[in-house]
């Protein structure tokens, strides 16, 4: 089910030490019907390059396991589609591109809304056909596969290629370069956007490890890797989606650029060391164990307790706080797929989003913290007949709205 990962990707040290570890997990998006087989777990550690600073799983799950049929959906949330929209201006302060190629499309939803706003060829790429065929149903063409060298000669090249929250999940990065280098015009840029990893330190997002995301990228991390390529960094932008992602602009080395400076000392200057890390490592334990804490008191107390956003964060949550049924009794969730299945190691089934106020439940844990304005804001008729969220902060956890 899964190999060994031993050298950095970024660097290939072979001395890379472990700074967090959750123990034997389920796969985040194995969400299966009562009578689906499930993929089983697989340990879930951090460990760290001393030499440039990134931090990657100790394991690599086969991708056919984790890819073929995937769960998870670009959320067609209202926070998305702004995203959409930042991300695209910002694609066009850079290159105004014409032709887009996108790595990990999903359901077609990034490259339809951009096909209405001026661009001309789009094509997307995703190995779950599942999904490639729900973006061909929407007018977006899809190769039903993995990008990687050996596909890369045969789908021509593009002024610019957007990977958003799929680097991460490659375990060979080389190899994805060098794809993005055969298929991106010689004045076209490749735009990477990932969790960022200081970001993510900062708000003790331990729930964003998760084996398909094999590394937490760094600036130095990428400027190591990219220094045996024929791309450099040339424009870094942050935005808040998935609690806190940054944007990678890149082209081929040959030209000025303005702000190359600034981007040099960026890259140079904002390092996360092994320190970093053991303080996140611990500081998240208590921040488990604050939930752990909550969710008993509130048991003993007979109130009723769900989830809501049965995302893949919500798998690290109940799996790493031994959450049960009998404390979570439901997940709500808005993704038809999602709906009538079971959370990864669990036995807490997955609920449309009306059950919170059908059910009457007294709390909601707020595993798709991410969404919080949009979804504290649709379930005001909840709110007002008494229940209450259980959110995630960077401290800990709070209940919105304050008891
Ligand atoms: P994500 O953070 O991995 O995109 O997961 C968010 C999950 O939350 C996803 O399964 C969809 C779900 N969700 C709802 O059920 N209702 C909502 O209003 C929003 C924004 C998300
Ligand atoms: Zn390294």
């Known amino acids: 089910m899964y190999k060994p990962h031993t050298v950095c990707r970024a660097c290939g040290s072979s001395e890379l030490e472990k700074v967090f570890d959750l123990g034997l997990q389920p796969l ?4 299966c019907k009562a009578t689906e087989e499930r993929a089983g777990f697989a340990p879930l550690e951090v460990l760290y390059c001393p030499k440039c600073s990134l931090a990657q799983l100790s394991v690599v ?3 056919e396991i984790l890819y073929l049929h995937y769960n998870y959906v670009t959320s067609k949330s209202q926070t998305m589609r702004r995203h959409f929209e930042n991300l695209w201006q910002a694609i066009n302060e850079g290159c105004a591109p014409k032709e887009i190629l996108e790595i990990g499309s999903n359901d077609g939803d990034f490259l339809a809304y951009v096909k209405t706003r001026g661009a001309e060829r789009v094509l997307g790429m995703d190995p779950a056909l599942n999904l490639a065929k729900q973006a061909e149903a929407q007018g977006v063409p899809t190769v039903p596969t993995v990008f990687e060298q050996e596909v890369a000669g045969r789908i021509g090249q593009f002024d610019c290629i957007v990977a958003r929250h799929v680097f991460c999940h490659v375990d060979d990065w080389m190899d994805f370069i060098r794809a993005c280098e ?15 990893c200081a ?9 964003t490890i998760y084996h398909e995301h094999t590394s937490y990228l760094t600036f130095k991390a990428m400027a190591a890797l990219l220094r045996r390529t024929k791309f450099e960094i040339v424009r870094i932008v942050r ?19 303005p702000g190359r400076k600034f981007i040099e000392e960026l890259v140079e200057s904002t390092n996360i060391s092994r320190e970093d890390w053991t303080r996140f490592a611990s500081e998240c334990q208590t921040k488990l164990r604050k939930l752990s804490d909550l969710v008993k008191a509130l048991t003993i107390g007979r109130k009723t307790i769900c989830g809501f956003g049965a995302s893949a ?12 049924r009998r404390q979570v009794e439901f997940i709500c969730d808005n993704t038809p797929e999602k709906q009538g299945k079971y959370s990864p190691g669990t036995d807490i089934p997955i609920t449309d ?3 919170l106020l059908r059910e009457k439940a007294d709390y909601a844990i707020l595993f798709a913290w991410n969404f919080k304005d949009e979804i504290i804001a649709k379930n005001s008729d909840w709110i007002e007949a008494g229940g209450r969220f259980i959110v995630p902060t960077n401290k800990g956890v709070e209940i919105v709205p304050p008891r």
């Open 28 to 31: 985040a998006n194995d969400f």
């Open 61 to 63: 799950v086969k991708p």
């Open 182 to 196: 055969v298929c991106t015009k010689d004045n076209g840029c490749v735009v990477i956007e990932v969790p960022y």
């Open 199 to 207: 970001d993510m330190l900062a708000g003790l997002e331990c729930d």
């Open 239 to 257: 935005f808040p989606i998935h609690g806190g992602s940054v944007a990678l602009f890149l082209r081929k080395r040959g030209s000025e650029f």
């Open 313 to 324: 964060k919500s798998t690290v949550w109940i799996n790493a706080c031994g959450l049960s």
């Open 353 to 355: 989003e009306g059950a």
